[in-house]
């Protein structure tokens, strides 16, 4: 089993920016990518950036240029750096890791316990 726990959440008013990590701990030997989601009150859950594990990224539309997704693969941490946040992007943020616990299973993507982001003045 991987376990994923997320921090950094919290209250920011709008244009400011929050920095949310999630670290993957336990039978972790790789993995192929992570990232992180979130979802709004009443809506479905998004993707919003993506890593592989060279660092490779992707974002949503809605995020470029204001959001930085990156790992620290000594520590098996993906950060996400928010910045210039609107009232919209209040959401629960979720990290997801596509992890394999040996070399010889296959990936199975696993997720943190969701992080409460608010943008409000």
């Known amino acids: 089993q991987v376990q994923l726990v997320e921090s950094g959440g919290g209250l920011v008013q709008p244009g400011g920016s929050l920095r949310l990590s999630c670290a993957a701990s336990?039978?972790?030997?790789?993995?192929?990518?992570m990232g992180w989601y979130r979802q709004a009150p009443g809506k479905d859950r998004e993707l919003v950036a993506t890593?592989?594990?060279?660092?490779?990224?992707n974002y949503a539309d809605s995020v470029t240029g204001r959001f930085t997704i990156s790992r620290d693969n000594a520590k098996n941490t993906v950060y996400l750096q928010m910045s210039s946040l609107k009232p919209e992007e209040t959401a629960v943020y979720y990290c997801?890791?596509?992890?394999?616990?040996?070399?010889?299973?296959?990936?199975?993507?696993?997720w943190g316990q969701g992080t409460q982001v608010t943008v409000s003045s």
């Open positions: 997801f890791c596509n992890a394999r616990t040996t070399r010889w299973t296959g990936y199975y993507t696993y």
């Open positions: 336990g039978s972790f030997f790789s993995d192929n990518g």
């Open positions: 890593i592989t594990s060279d660092g490779t990224t």
